[in-house]
């Protein structure tokens, strides 16, 4: 079993940037896909960014692609999620999420995930 925590959200002004932290326990990140997906307000939780089981394969979403960035710790206890230059529209809640599938890129799909966290808000002002 892992438990996954995010801390790091808030509110900021746009143009600005944060760091979301996802802190597992229960065991290392080691031979799991990781990945974020938000959820903003009336929409569907969408996939953000996400690496493979072997962080080899990385994908972004079109919409926040050369502006986040996921990492993780040489421990592989904690995935980060950078966000620069941040819009209103990166507003949402942003899940963390685990997969035990080791497929050749990230999974894309919702289900695929078995573990999450309980959310941390981000809410960019214009």
């Known amino acids: 079993q892992v438990q996954l925590v995010e801390s790091g959200g808030g509110l900021v002004q746009a143009g600005g940037s944060l760091r979301l932290s996802c802190a597992a326990s229960?065991?290392?990140?080691?031979?799991?896909?990781m990945a974020w997906f938000r959820q903003a307000p009336g929409k569907e939780r969408e996939l953000t960014a996400a690496?493979?089981?072997?962080?080899?394969?990385?994908y972004y979403a079109d919409s926040v692609k050369g502006r986040f960035t996921i990492s993780r710790d040489n421990a592989k206890t904690t995935v980060y999620l950078q966000m620069n230059s941040l819009k209103p529209e990166d507003t949402a809640v942003y899940y963390c999420?685990?997969?035990?599938?080791?497929?050749?890129?990230?999974?894309?799909?919702?289900?695929?995930?078995?573990?999450w966290g309980q959310g941390t808000q981000v809410t960019v002002s214009s």
């Open positions: 999420a685990a997969s035990t599938l080791r497929t050749v890129g990230a999974p894309m799909n919702f289900g695929a995930y078995g573990y």
């Open positions: 229960g065991r290392p990140f080691s031979n799991y896909a």
């Open positions: 690496y493979s089981w072997n962080a080899v394969n990385l």
